[in-house]
């Protein structure tokens, strides 16, 4: 057999690379020159889907092979390829029916040689050859062809285990960084990100879409990563008693070939969508989120092993939230239990020292029979008293929980002056006497939080100003005899301008 060294020396070419695609193309160029044909292509099957999805071609121009790819190819000759794995020889492809598929945007073709090629067991594609040069296709070429195909399937097989080693390793990688970035402190939000952006670029999805369920009993995108526009995508919902999400409740992965059609497929986002998957994040059996990896309309369908992975890949991003979050609670937890333990020190030790010395001075100033000494102890007092409000005050502020808004009304103060102290420059001076949470209505501290925004506002105008002082006064009594609560806000302007307000309100409790 003249052309025997040629076939050793392509099998040995077909076996040196273990990049799937370039494999693909050098068997389909390799069978073309081996055989003598003008133009060749190779097909590969999905076997789940019993139909062709990727061409490779020999000797066609990018236009052609456009049109080809464009064509449905599981029914004439490359559809018999797989469905009837048996070699198929024409010496004029008009003459048989099953070409007619492949006429329309080819080439003038006349004879044609096909044959199946396995992995294994499992039929991967087909490999054909067109327009043999210098007459038909023979029986020599035939076995020769099967020949090539046979070490194509072990090649191609070599090259399915490199890709999906390769693949496996990538989403290993991506799973424990995901993990480490989760535990590393970041907030709730950053973390949906996270793993919205990881499995996406994994995926190599469209867009990476994190949902979590709704008070209604539905599913609300939260998290979503891509190229284009996500802020399309947040917010959209799934309704209660959708079969995508009966289906997700139940633990069970969601994979659809097309969303854009597919009837279980809901949202308005539904039509941008081709090719989704559609992944539980369960945690000790329940359903704590949805990971969806949706390619664009029209790409490539999940192979069986990309779901394998991502289902994994889920399934360890699940965990990392819930230990994320566990380790944010704890820490949180930490932080409170250190700011009771300050705020119990500085009541225990030192409000009652600065009280105790406050005690001391004020005796002291009774005795003292010089009216300089009496004036400049009556300051020192003034000054202490004020110094164990502003303790007070933090003590107050230490016992809130940072994240959480004030319900109270001495909260709400503190919220108010706190929030103007980053457009005054300095944080105003605090100061509440009597029990202002009992005492005050809610009525009554609304009016107040009204009027000291108000006041605050007016003294960031003024001109000057470097403190502010406000006094929360739960035991006034008002000239009709009620309880009343009142607001006293003044700051140091230069004399000649107002130099605050004062508001009383009766306290309704």
């Not at 020999?58 to 029914?75: C, D, M, Q, W």
């Not at 001075?361 to 300089?372: K, Q």
């Not at 007070?392 to 319900?407: G, K, N, S």
């Not at 503190?414 to 202002?436: C, D, I, Q, Y």
């Amino acid at each position: 057999m003249p052309r025997l060294p040629m076939l050793l020396e392509a099998v040995l070419g077909i076996g040196t690379d273990l990049e799937l695609h370039s494999t693909l193309q050098h068997i389909v160029d390799t069978a073309a020159e081996l055989m003598g044909a003008r133009y060749g292509a190779l097909e590969v099957a999905d076997p789940e889907r019993g139909r062709l999805t990727e061409l490779y071609t020999f000797g066609l121009s990018n236009a052609v092979h456009e049109k080809i790819a464009g064509l449905p190819r599981e029914t004439g000759l490359l559809g018999t390829l797989v469905t009837d794995p048996r070699p198929i020889r024409l010496d004029d492809l008009a003459a048989d029916p099953r070409a007619m598929s492949m006429a329309r945007g080819l080439p003038e073709m006349h004879s044609f040689l096909g044959v199946p090629i396995f992995v294994d067991t499992e039929v991967f594609g087909s490999v054909c050859l067109t327009e043999k040069k210098g007459g038909p296709f023979t029986e020599e070429d035939e076995s020769l062809l099967r020949v090539l195909a046979s070490q194509a399937g072990i090649a191609i097989g070599n090259a399915r285990l490199y890709g999906t080693a390769r693949q496996r390793e990538r989403w290993i990688e991506g799973a424990a960084a995901v993990t480490t970035a989760l535990l590393t402190g970041e907030t709730a939000e950053d973390a949906l990100m996270t793993v919205a952006e990881s499995a996406r670029i994994l995926a190599d999805a469209y867009a990476g879409v994190v949902l979590l369920p709704t008070e209604e009993g539905g599913m609300e995108i939260v998290a979503a990563s891509t190229e284009h526009d996500p802020d399309s995508i947040v917010g959209t919902t799934i309704q209660p008693g959708s079969p995508v999400l009966s289906q997700l409740l139940g633990g069970e992965p969601v994979f659809i070939d097309d969303s854009s059609t597919d009837p279980r497929m809901t949202t308005h986002v539904r039509s941008l969508f081709g090719p989704s998957m559609m992944l539980p994040l369960q945690s000790g059996g329940e359903l704590i989120g949805t990971l969806a990896l949706p390619r664009e309309r029209g790409g490539r369908p999940y192979s069986a092993v990309e779901r394998r992975l991502a289902i994994q890949f889920a399934s360890q991003a699940a965990l990392a939230l819930v230990l994320a979050n566990t380790q944010h609670n704890r820490e949180q937890l930490a932080v409170y239990e250190d700011r009771d333990r300050i705020a119990r020190d500085l009541h225990d030790l030192v409000v009652q020292r600065l009280f105790a010395t406050e005690m001391m001075l004020e005796s002291t100033r009774r005795r003292a029979e010089s009216p300089y000494l009496d004036d400049l102890l009556e300051r020192v007092v003034d000054e202490l008293d004020s110094t164990v409000q502003e303790v007070r005050t933090t003590i107050f502020t230490l016992q809130q929980p940072p994240a959480d808004a004030p319900t109270s009304l001495r909260g709400k103060v503190l919220r108010e002056t706190n929030g103007a102290a980053a457009l005054l420059g300095f944080r105003p001076s605090v100061h509440f006497t009597g029990a202002v949470d009992t005492l005050v209505g809610e009525a009554a501290g609304q009016q107040l939080i009204a009027a000291l925004r108000g006041a605050l506002a007016a003294a960031h105008r003024r001109e000057g100003v470097s403190a502010i002082e406000v006094e929360v006064d739960a035991t006034v009594q008002l000239v009709d005899g009620q309880d009343g609560v009142r607001l006293a806000v003044t700051d140091d302007a230069p004399r000649g301008e107002e130099r605050g307000t004062t508001v009383e309100w009766r306290a309704e409790r």
